[in-house]
T-cell receptor, first 114, second 110 residues
Framework: DAGVIQSPRHEVTEMGQEVTLRCKPI?????LFWYRQTMMRGLELLIY????????DSGMPEDRFSAKMPNASFSTLKIQPSEPRDSAVYFC????????????FGSGTQLSVL | GQSLEQPSEVTAVEGAIVQINCTYQ??????LSWYQQHDGGAPTFLSY????GLEETGRFSSFLSRSDSYGYLLLQELQMKDSASYFC???????????FGTGTQLKVEL
């Protein structure tokens, strides 16, 4: 299996622009998570899905952030409009149904908002 | 809510043994996981403790004491490639949610 695939690997954009991050989970995994990592705040859970349904989005910082999972093999995290404080590494992770303590992380998207 | 604390940095020499501690305060504890993250890389799963005691996986062992709200990761026969950040994580809860600790940067020196 190719693992969790995220794109783009790096994104540089200007303040006010829309940013869309993409994630393909491991086939057969029922849970998908979006995390954000910064030096100041560490790894923060933004939102997670079970069977394509958003379960908890309490970590989404503002209405500027939205996430979708239209099917079992694809999810997006959108920021509109982006701000410099959104600069971070965004990780997508998936896990099998039975062993959810083990998350499989993608390589992450390094986002820089200028 | 959940709160997990770790030392920010630990330094050890190659071949030695090092212990990375994690103390937690949670409302409803399920288990403690450990993840490794190299610079520029993604976190990767190392181990999980749901019950008190020691779990061993090769050179790595993880310990949990629920009564003390405490756990640790033990790394033996340290190698240079073990230089990385190590995170403890609590969960998953009823909603399959993991909350990560602050992370410990381990530096292995010659």
């Amino acid at each position: 299996d190719a693992g969790v695939i995220q794109s783009p690997r790096h994104e540089v954009t200007e303040m006010g622009q829309e940013v869309t991050l993409r994630c393909k989970p491991i086939s057969g995994h029922n849970s998908l998570f979006w995390y954000r990592q910064t030096m100041m705040r560490g790894l923060e859970l933004l939102i997670y899905f079970n069977n394509n349904v958003p379960i908890d989005d309490s970590g989404m910082p503002e209405d500027r952030f939205s996430a979708k999972m239209p099917n079992a093999s694809f999810s997006t995290l959108k920021i509109q409009p982006s701000e410099p404080r959104d600069s971070a590494v965004y990780f997508c992770a998936s896990s099998p149904k039975a062993t959810n303590e083990k998350l499989f992380f993608g390589s992450g998207t390094q986002l820089s908002v200028l | 809510g959940q709160s997990l604390e770790q030392p920010s940095e630990v330094t050890a020499v190659e071949g030695a043994i090092v212990q990375i501690n994690c103390t937690y305060q949670t409302s409803g504890f399920y288990g403690l996981s450990w993840y490794q993250q190299h610079d520029g890389g993604a976190p990767t799963f190392l181990s999980y403790n749901a019950l008190d005691g020691l779990e061993e996986t090769g050179r790595f062992s993880s310990f949990l004491s629920r009564s003390d709200s405490y756990g640790y990761l033990l790394l033996q026969e340290l190698q240079m490639k073990d230089s990385a950040s190590y995170f403890c994580a609590e969960g998953p809860g009823g909603g399959n949610k993991l909350t990560f600790g602050t992370g410990t940067q381990l530096k292995v020196e010659l």
